[in-house]
C-alpha cells in the first residue's frame, strides 16, 4: 500500500485515477482547485465516491501556492505523485497564454521543488498528445520531433516534460510522463467535443462542426488511461515517455454519426472553417508503451461511446 499525491483529483481523469487507487488499497491524497473553466458542479460529482471512504483525503488548493503544497508534503509521508492538475484546452490556451504559462509551468515546477525538498522521487506526469502538432508522420512515436507545438497548451505539456528531464538529471528523479491522446468515457468535460456533442444533439442544437469533418482523433476510453497510469506507477525507472493510445483513429464526421445512432437524434451541424491550434490528426504508436509498461487497451470507440451515452442519460437529470 502507498500513499499517493495525485494533483487535479477532482478532474475527469483524477477522480477515476483516485477510485481506482482506494480499489487497490491505497491511500489517496489529492489535491485541486477546481478551476472555473468549467462549472464546479461537475467536479463535486466526480468526487462523490471518492469522499465516501477514509482512504481518501481531499485538499482545496492550488498547486502554485507552495504554501499548500509545503503543507501536504510535510504532514503526510507521500510515497508518490501522479500529477494531472493543468490548465486544461487547445482552444482556450490562445486567449489565456500566461495563465496556461503560470499553471502549468509554474506550479509543476512547485510540485517539483517540494517533492526534492521532502525527498519524494517518484512521479508520474500527465502530459498530452498535442505536443505532436501537426506531425507529418503518422502514427506518432516517441522518438517524432516535438519542438513545433502549434499552441500555447502543447508548448506547456512539451516543458513540462523537460523540465521532468531536468530533475531526473540533477536530482535522480524516477519520472514517467504519459501523452494521453484523447480521452473520452463517463464524466468527460463538458467541453470536450464528444460531451458537448451529445448535448447539443440530445437538445436539438446544432453543433459547431470544425473543416470538413476529416479530422481524426485517436480516442482512447478512460479505463485504459486509468490502466496506463498503473502500468507506469509500477514501471518508474529513470526518465521515460510513453504515449497512451489506442492506436485507431475515428473522423470527426464518424464520431458525430456514431452519437446519432447511439442518441437516436439528427445532428444539426453549423459548418465553419478549421480551427486554428488544431491538428488533423492525432495517431498514437503505442508499441513502446505495450513493451515497456506491459500496456495493453481494450476498449474499442463504439464500445466506450455506448458506456458515455449511458453515464449521459444517468447524469444529465442530477448535473
Known amino acids: 500500500m502507498k500513499k499517493i499525491l495525485v494533483t487535479g483529483v477532482a478532474g475527469f481523469i483524477g477522480s477515476h485515477l ?58 503526510s509521508d507521500i510515497d508518490l505523485v501522479i500529477h494531472l492538475a493543468a490548465k486544461a484546452g487547445v482552444r482556450p490556451s490562445m486567449s489565456q497564454i500566461a495563465e496556461y504559462y503560470d499553471v502549468n509551468m509554474n506550479g509543476t515546477v512547485n510540485l517539483l521543488e517540494c517533492m526534492r525538498l521532502h525527498h519524494v522521487s517518484k512521479l508520474v506526469f500527465g502530459s498530452s498528445s498535442s505536443v505532436y502538432g501537426n506531425n507529418v508522420k503518422v502514427p506518432f512515436s516517441e522518438a517524432d520531433p516535438v519542438d513545433h507545438p502549434i499552441s500555447p497548451y502543447a508548448a506547456t505539456k512539451r516543458s513540462g516534460e523537460l523540465v521532468c528531464d531536468v530533475y531526473h538529471h540533477l536530482y535522480n528523479f524516477d519520472i514517467t510522463c504519459l501523452r494521453f491522446f484523447t480521452v473520452f468515457g463517463p464524466r468527460q468535460r463538458p467541453d470536450l467535443a464528444i460531451h458537448k456533442f451529445a448535448r447539443l444533439i440530445d437538445e436539438g442544437s446544432p453543433i459547431p462542426f470544425f473543416g470538413d469533418g476529416s479530422t481524426a482523433r485517436d480516442y482512447t476510453y478512460i479505463d485504459d488511461i486509468v490502466d496506463g497510469i498503473f502500468c507506469a ?30 442518441l437516436g437524434k439528427k445532428a444539426f451541424l453549423n459548418k465553419l472553417p478549421p480551427q486554428p491550434g488544431d491538428v488533423e490528426i492525432t495517431y498514437a504508436d503505442i508499441s513502446r508503451a505495450k513493451k515497456g509498461l506491459g500496456y495493453n487497451p481494450t476498449y474499442d470507440f463504439e464500445t466506450g461511446l455506448k458506456r458515455f451515452i449511458e453515464w449521459y442519460h444517468n447524469c444529465k437529470m442530477i448535473i
Do not use: W
Open 18 to 75: 483516485g477510485e481506482r487507487l482506494i480499489r487497490e488499497g491505497h491511500t489517496v491524497i489529492g489535491i485541486d482547485n477546481f478551476d472555473p473553466f468549467y462549472p464546479r458542479k461537475y467536479k463535486d460529482e466526480n468526487l462523490k465516491q471518492l469522499k465516501n471512504t477514509d482512504s481518501f483525503t481531499l485538499v482545496e488548493g492550488d498547486i502554485r501556492d507552495r504554501a499548500a503544497l509545503q503543507n501536504i508534503f510535510k504532514n
Open 233 to 262: 506507477m509500477q514501471n518508474l525507472d529513470g526518465c521515460k515517455i510513453f504515449n497512451l493510445g489506442e492506436s485507431r483513429v475515428i473522423t470527426l464526421e464518424r464520431m458525430v454519426r456514431a452519437l446519432e445512432t447511439l
